[in-house]
């Protein structure tokens, strides 16, 4: 079956930095758009980053410059890496799998908090 199994969150202080990985399985990985999304308490699901397999990356206006997002399509597995992160940037982060409107899958979410 379809899994997309986060890590990486956790505590960080502004202008700290954190990894987060996702490692995906049960689909043919390199079919997908894979992407980034995050939700802060009481907010909406908000896109941060996606990235194809052929290579072409989109960020939000927010991870512009600060985030960065890659993917191994051998090993199944994509990464985001956060640098300067701000207090804002505080959320639940989802990794994300999409094909076309029909196939969407969703991790189970890892939380970042960004605090001094």
């Known amino acids: 079956q379809v899994r997309l199994v986060e890590s990486g969150g956790g505590l960080a202080q502004p202008g700290g930095s954190l990894r987060l990985s996702c490692a995906a399985s049960?689909?043919?990985?390199?079919?997908?758009?894979m992407g980034w999304y995050r939700q802060a308490p009481g907010g909406q699901r908000e896109l941060v980053a996606t990235?194809?397999?052929?290579?072409?990356?989109n960020y939000s206006d927010s991870a512009k410059g600060r985030f960065t997002i890659s993917r191994d399509n051998v090993k199944n597995i994509v990464y985001l890496q956060m640098d300067s992160l701000k207090p804002e940037d505080t959320s639940v982060y989802y990794c994300?799998?999409?094909?076309?409107?029909?196939?969407?899958?969703w991790g189970q979410g890892t939380q970042v908090t960004v605090s001094s």
């Open positions: 994300n799998a999409r094909r076309g409107l029909s196939a969407v899958h």
């Open positions: 049960g689909f043919i990985y390199n079919l997908y758009i």
């Open positions: 990235a194809t397999s052929s290579g072409s990356v």
